[in-house]
Nanobody, 128 residues
């Protein structure tokens, strides 16, 4: 079982930056046995992939819309995954969710149903 708690969301002006954190509590396996991902969902839209990182942090993939602006990282000693978001745009406004995948990174566009555990989300609002 994995419990995920996101933090770090808020209101920021366009061009600004935020860093999201996702703290994991793991009861059956070690945190570094999970691939971790970030997804987001804007009002009236489907949840979409943002970024994913493998167990070691050596492999990362990003959605085209955030590539070059967002960076996913993890600290296995702290059971935490991060999403550094720079040069934010109003279209980045959404609820951001972190998720854990028991089977590792299998593609550069992982599907929502590949992830077994989800956090409750944190709101990011970017004003123009």
């Amino acid at each position: 079982q994995v419990q995920l708690v996101e933090s770090g969301g808020g209101l920021v002006q366009a061009g600004g930056a935020l860093r999201l954190s996702c703290a994991a509590s793991v009861s059956d396996r070690t945190f570094n046995s999970y691939a971790m991902g970030w997804f987001r969902q804007a009002p009236g839209k489907e949840r979409e992939f943002v970024a994913v990182i493998n167990w070691s942090g050596g492999t990362t993939y990003y959605a085209d819309s955030v590539k070059g602006r967002f960076t996913i990282s993890r600290d296995n000693a702290k059971n935490t995954v991060y999403l550094q978001m720079n040069r934010l745009k109003p279209e980045d406004s959404a609820v951001y969710y972190c998720a854990a995948d028991s089977y590792g990174v299998t593609s550069d566009r992982p599907r929502i149903d590949e992830f077994d555990y989800w956090g409750q989300g944190t709101q990011v609002t970017v004003s123009s």
